[in-house]
């Protein structure tokens, strides 16, 4: 969502807000920061599975959020896009 919203901003300027600097870059930070907190938590879990077949489970679950999670983000940039 956070996404589309600066997408919007940067195809039509003249409805930024005047501090439109700042809050994007803030947004692109916590994006960035929660990026790298489930690339922790993915790998952590694959780490704590003590027996082969479970860390194969973990990441081939964690794989499928991956592809929904891209799935949702082709869908929202199709429905952020002019018809």
């Not at 990026?35 to 077949?53: G, T, W, Y």
């Not at 999670?69 to 002019?82: E, I, K, R």
């Amino acid at each position: 969502m956070v996404e589309g919203y600066l997408r919007m901003l940067a195809l039509n300027p003249s409805v930024a807000p005047p501090q439109v600097a700042e809050e994007t870059f803030g947004y692109a930070d916590v994006l960035r920061g929660q990026s790298v907190q489930r690339a922790l938590q993915a790998s952590s879990a694959r780490s704590a599975a003590d027996k082969p077949e479970l860390a194969k489970l973990v990441r081939a679950a964690q794989d499928g959020e991956k592809q929904i999670g891209a799935a949702v983000a082709t869908l929202n940039n199709l429905l952020c896009t002019s018809p």
